[in-house]
């Protein structure tokens, strides 16, 4: 079976869409369960997961890490593949994934990415972005990362950090085995980067990379600001 743990705080903007993408796509596979991981929404989030069939609504305190290991701790999946609510997978990827744990030696990975909508520059951001994790083997959440549940379960979870715990998480993996990059891609709502602003946000993540790789401190309240 296939978890597919989703973390949502403050989502209706993108839920329903993501929701009803997956109820269609995981209705060509029964061999998964989608569990929604609210942390204290103040909009329509929590309205919108309970109303979605084949859902499991559940509560946890803010934190995308801490979400995601509540998430995880009633998932009853030998896979788990952790979602962002406003990213789409690809028609075939339940399947693959359930192909991957019945017959591959595959421990952990994730997809390849790509923004909505037919801007360039989100074009060429997605194509860096890739090009990124090929070499590097570390994953972001927006790529859908999948990891075998006695793996993840072995390691403790996500480090639970108030950022980047999608890469101290890859970090963390690649100590134990080494992941699939695969070809197909996720469609991530490039709504927040073109509201933010393509370059600027573009710098945004290369900036905080750069100081959690030199140890430095992070601007949280320049960097951080919601954006619905």
Not at 16 to 21: G, H, Y
Not at 190 to 214: H, N, Q
Request: hydrophobic residues 45%.
């Amino acid at each position: 079976m296939i978890s597919i743990i989703i973390p949502v705080l403050d989502e209706e903007a993108s839920l329903t869409l993501t929701l009803a993408a997956l109820c269609a796509l995981c209705a060509q596979c029964g061999n998964h369960e989608v569990n929604v991981v609210e942390g204290g929404s103040s909009d329509r989030t929590r309205e919108i997961a309970a109303a979605a069939s084949a859902v499991r609504l559940i509560s946890s305190r803010r934190g995308r890490a801490a979400q995601m290991n509540a998430g995880a701790r009633v998932a009853h999946g030998n896979m788990l593949l952790f979602l962002h609510a406003d990213t789409l997978l690809p028609p075939d990827a339940i399947p693959m994934l359930d192909a991957l744990q019945v017959h591959g030696d595959c421990m952990w990975g994730g997809f390849k990415h790509r923004f909505s909508g037919n801007d360039w520059r989100l074009r060429l951001v997605s194509r860096l972005h890739n090009w990124r994790c090929r070499i590097s083997r570390v994953f972001y959440g927006d790529q859908a990362m999948f990891v075998r549940t006695k793996v993840f379960n072995s390691l403790g979870g996500f480090p639970e950090r108030s950022i980047l715990e999608d890469v101290a998480m890859s970090e963390k993996l690649l100590a134990a085995a080494k992941p699939l990059l695969l070809n197909e891609r996720v469609v991530t709502d490039a709504r927040k980067f073109l509201k933010m602003g393509v370059w600027r946000s573009l710098r945004r993540v290369f900036v905080i990379v750069l100081c959690y790789r030199l140890g430095l401190p992070i601007p949280m309240r320049q960097f951080f600001q919601p954006i619905r």
